[in-house]
């Protein structure tokens, strides 16, 4: 695994200062990862921790008759795995991959031992899980009470954030699920938003065509997350 072309593609390596980097890249390995793969589930512990490179993974809470919603999207810019330096060793969220990519996997107890040794990781974790919070709550409250379209515009806006282009792969029923509404909803959703000319839909794909337009119909929620964000992880630090 090359350094110059790996650290780069994830946020948090990348703000590592280079000894911190070089002492973590040995318990690193490069996996590749499909849709639909299931990192976590709820209750399990954290045998491993994955680092994104260019894949899309939703972090989802789930109830008895297995009804779920995104609480939050991890993409380059973090990691999945908080929980196993934060004391609870397992997760009451599931994490599966939304986007397949390329991931690097850590076993979990190699991230603990580092979390507790090194300063530097520990501050640059610590403000991830911050931002990663500011997500999971903000998203609570615009489900609670904000529309299906201002939901689905966030939703798309942060996936975006997180990966290359401006297209994804998803079904209405996908869209549906994640966000914990009803399928006839983000149908709607999707063809008030193509009729406004900011989306094209077409079999599973949703291009965004006008960005800037996304950006100004979204409700506060996107801005609130996105600001924590880009202050609490700057694109990079110095060594």
């Given at each position: 695994m090359s350094q110059h072309t790996i650290r780069?593609?994830?946020?948090?390596?990348?703000c590592l200062p280079e000894a911190e980097w070089l002492r973590l890249m040995p318990l690193l390995n490069k996996v590749k990862l499909p849709a639909g793969e299931a990192l976590i589930e709820a209750g399990a512990s954290f045998a491993n921790v994955y680092f994104p490179l260019n894949g899309l993974v939703a972090l989802h809470g789930q109830i008895e008759n297995g009804d779920s919603s995104v609480l939050s999207l991890v993409g380059p810019e973090g990691f999945v795995?908080?929980?196993?330096?934060?004391?609870?060793?397992?997760?009451?969220?599931?994490?599966?991959?939304?986007?397949?990519?390329?991931f690097l996997r850590m076993r979990g107890?190699?991230?603990?031992?580092?979390?507790?040794?090194?300063?530097?990781l520990l501050h640059l974790l610590l403000r991830y899980t911050q931002a990663l919070i500011t997500q999971m709550a903000q998203t609570?409250?615009?489900?609670?009470?904000?529309?299906?379209?201002?939901?689905?515009i966030r939703f798309l806006?942060?996936?975006?954030?997180?990966?290359?282009?401006?297209?994804?792969?998803?079904?209405?029923?996908?869209?549906?699920?994640?966000?914990?509404?009803r399928r006839e909803g983000v149908s709607e959703a999707a063809m008030r938003l193509q009729?406004?000319?900011l989306i094209r839909y077409t079999r599973g794909r949703v291009k965004v065509l006008d960005r800037a337009g996304m950006e100004a119909g979204a409700c506060?929620?996107?801005?609130?997350?996105?600001?924590?964000?880009?202050?609490?992880?700057?694109?990079?630090?110095?060594?």
């Amino acid at each position: 695994m090359s350094q110059h072309t790996i650290r780069p593609r994830n946020q948090l390596l990348a703000c590592l200062p280079e000894a911190e980097w070089l002492r973590l890249m040995p318990l690193l390995n490069k996996v590749k990862l499909p849709a639909g793969e299931a990192l976590i589930e709820a209750g399990a512990s954290f045998a491993n921790v994955y680092f994104p490179l260019n894949g899309l993974v939703a972090l989802h809470g789930q109830i008895e008759n297995g009804d779920s919603s995104v609480l939050s999207l991890v993409g380059p810019e973090g990691f999945v795995g908080v929980s196993s330096f934060m004391g609870g060793l397992s997760t009451t969220s599931n994490a599966t991959v939304f986007a397949a990519g390329d991931f690097l996997r850590m076993r979990g107890v190699d991230l603990l031992q580092e979390f507790e040794h090194s300063v530097p990781l520990l501050h640059l974790l610590l403000r991830y899980t911050q931002a990663l919070i500011t997500q999971m709550a903000q998203t609570s409250v615009c489900n609670r009470h904000h529309t299906v379209d201002n939901a689905f515009i966030r939703f798309l806006l942060l996936s975006l954030d997180r990966t290359e282009g401006d297209e994804l792969l998803l079904t209405h029923e996908k869209v549906a699920h994640m966000l914990g509404v009803r399928r006839e909803g983000v149908s709607e959703a999707a063809m008030r938003l193509q009729r406004l000319g900011l989306i094209r839909y077409t079999r599973g794909r949703v291009k965004v065509l006008d960005r800037a337009g996304m950006e100004a119909g979204a409700c506060e929620c996107y801005r609130v997350i996105k600001t924590e964000y880009d202050r609490l992880l700057p694109l990079r630090l110095a060594d």
